[in-house]
């Protein structure tokens, strides 16, 4: 007796052995990608390299919101989402594939294409480091291709069926390989780690130290932040997914083209130079009027002018176009950083210990008076002097200012927003920066009542913040309580609300008080 075609059982994989197949495919491109970059370069495995990608290449409005509001978990958040993504891009392989292999075989390419592309596109990783995603392609579609040929025999061999048994051998072969392999390759790309290199900097001893801190640099007493953020606090913010890990003896910094002659400085050269120490407040672009990302550190490190002036900068630069080994870059207005009077750093400690790796270890710019996009490059490698026109920075092309000096502002701290407290004096203390020009004064109000001038903490330094406190009489009910801050040039915040895009956010910080 023969049967037809007809009467054939219908060749069709089970949602449960689709699934496997898609998710299995998904682990071993992962697994192989990340072992195969344990070798040729951490960032070059598939899934860093394409959550790095989304980084580059999301709306800047949606990168800035991601920071403000997700802070240091935008990372993580991120991560998450891209794994959800490939899980359900692997589900869907799966399903497409239940009758013949080739639309998911499509899927996984045009994944595993997408990886390839997004370490192609990264500027800091050589030729060699495409050997992860294409290895990460490859393992993917012949895990894909021949667990299906196993579940599904092709038409010629149909008799022999589907031996469930060589089946789940070989899934569970798929996904141990898989999971190994990723070990393997987390550990070799994470052995080469900045930390041992940063415990054997040793003591760094400044040649000249900053004066000694007065003791009421600060009204932390009375709820102000501390005068100096511990590092752990310092607020960070950076593109880089996977902190950049460079050893000193790995480090150098370039500086080059217009100039006399170029020059380059290795970590040695840097730290037998007589260091200073500098006090200086850094500040992010994208902080909301009130906002988190300001904090004040002790910066150790060397006069950028004096390093620039061993190149000889020839006239007519007019930026210092910064790179960072990740490959994030800067632009300086040429004139502030050869600036004398600026006091344009190149850290390399911050209060007291050599830089902590996700603030820069082994250096970092730092210039007093500039938003930190257009002056602090973190793992700093390389200074270019060139024109505008010949160089956009990274956040350039994503429609930020060019000129960015930080615009005199001031924050509430205490008490924090729609506080309940009780009628009558009431102290509210916090923050004020005009770094580089000065605080001048900081005056408070409630509701539309007088402004009221208040205590200010001894100036430190122009470059760094200035801390405030006042005592207010509120009366029961609901109010509301601002702060405007006059820079030491006459400059009186301006009332006007401006969104940080394109050179940082205007406005007077307020808060609800609850009086009861
Ligand atoms: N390499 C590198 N350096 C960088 C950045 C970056 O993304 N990559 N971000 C800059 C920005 S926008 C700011 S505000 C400061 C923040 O420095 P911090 O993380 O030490 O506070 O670093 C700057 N330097
Ligand atoms: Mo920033």
């Not at 195969?36 to 409005?61: Q, R």
């Not at 021949?146 to 008799?159: I, S």
């Not at 500040?283 to 190149?311: K, Q, R």
């Not at 000065?438 to 408070?444: N, S, T």
Request: proline share 6%.
């Amino acid at each position: 007796m023969t049967t037809t075609l007809q009467d054939a059982p219908p060749r069709r994989l089970s949602l449960p052995v689709a699934t496997l197949i898609g998710l299995l495919a998904l682990a071993a491109a992962l697994g192989v990608g990340h072992l195969v970059a344990g070798f040729v370069g951490y960032t070059a495995s598939p899934f860093i390299a394409v959550a790095n990608y989304v980084i580059d290449h999301s709306p800047t409005g949606i990168v800035k919101w991601a920071e403000r509001t997700l802070g240091t978990w935008d990372k993580p958040v991120l991560k998450i989402g891209l794994a959800v993504v490939l899980v359900l891009l692997a589900l869907l392989a799966g399903q497409l594939s239940r009758r013949t292999p080739r639309a998911g075989q499509i899927l996984v390419f045009v994944l595993g294409a997408a990886g390839v592309a997004a370490v192609y596109a990264r500027s800091d990783l050589g030729q060699v480091s495409l050997l992860a995603p294409v290895a990460a392609l490859v393992a993917g579609l012949t895990v894909f291709t021949l667990l299906h040929r196993m579940a599904l025999p092709p038409e010629e061999v149909h008799d022999r069926g589907f031996d469930r048994r060589k089946f789940l051998q070989a899934s569970v072969g798929v996904a141990a390989g898989s999971g190994v392999a990723a070990v393997v390759g987390q550990f070799a790309g994470t052995s080469t780690n900045a930390e041992d290199s940063r415990a054997a900097v040793g003591a760094l001893v400044p040649a000249r130290t900053a004066p000694p801190l007065p003791a009421d640099a600060d009204f932390a007493k009375l709820g102000s932040p501390p005068f100096i953020t511990p590092n752990p606090d310092f607020y960070r913010i950076d593109t880089a997914l996977v902190v950049p890990q460079i050893r000193t003896e790995d480090w150098s910094l370039r500086v080059h083209g217009m100039v006399d002659r170029e020059v380059s400085f290795s970590y040695a050269d840097i730290r037998d130079r007589p260091l200073v120490e500098r006090r200086v407040t850094l500040t992010c672009v994208s902080n909301e009027v009130g906002g988190p990302l300001i904090s004040n550190a002790t910066w150790l490190g060397v006069d950028l002018v004096d390093l620039l002036d061993e190149a000889g900068v020839q006239a007519g630069a007019e930026q210092m176009f910064a790179t960072s080994v990740d490959g994030w870059t800067c632009g300086t207005p040429a004139n502030v950083a050869l600036d004398p009077q600026r006091g344009a750093m190149l850290a390399i400690g911050m209060n007291g210990e050599p830089l902590p790796v996700e603030h820069g270890f082994p250096a970092r710019i730092v210039i007093p008076g500039l938003y930190g996009y257009v002056s602090a490059t973190k793992w700093v490698e390389s200074l270019e002097f060139t024109k505008w026109d010949a160089r956009q920075a990274y956040w350039l092309s994503r429609g930020w200012a060019e000129q960015a000096p930080i615009k005199t502002e001031s924050r509430i701290d205490t008490p924090s927003g729609f506080a309940r407290v009780s009628a009558g004096k009431v102290r509210l203390a916090g923050t004020a920066w005009a770094q580089h020009t000065g605080i001048a004064k900081v005056e408070v109000r409630l509701d539309q009542g007088a402004w009221q001038p208040a205590t200010l903490s001894a100036e430190v330094s122009k470059d760094t913040w200035r801390m405030w406190w006042i005592e207010l009489d509120v009366p029961k009910g609901t109010h509301q309580a601002s702060v405007r801050a006059t820079d030491q040039d006459g400059y009186t915040q301006t009332e006007n609300r401006a969104d940080p895009v394109p050179d940082g956010a205007t406005g007077w910080h307020s808060v609800t008080l609850d009086a009861s």
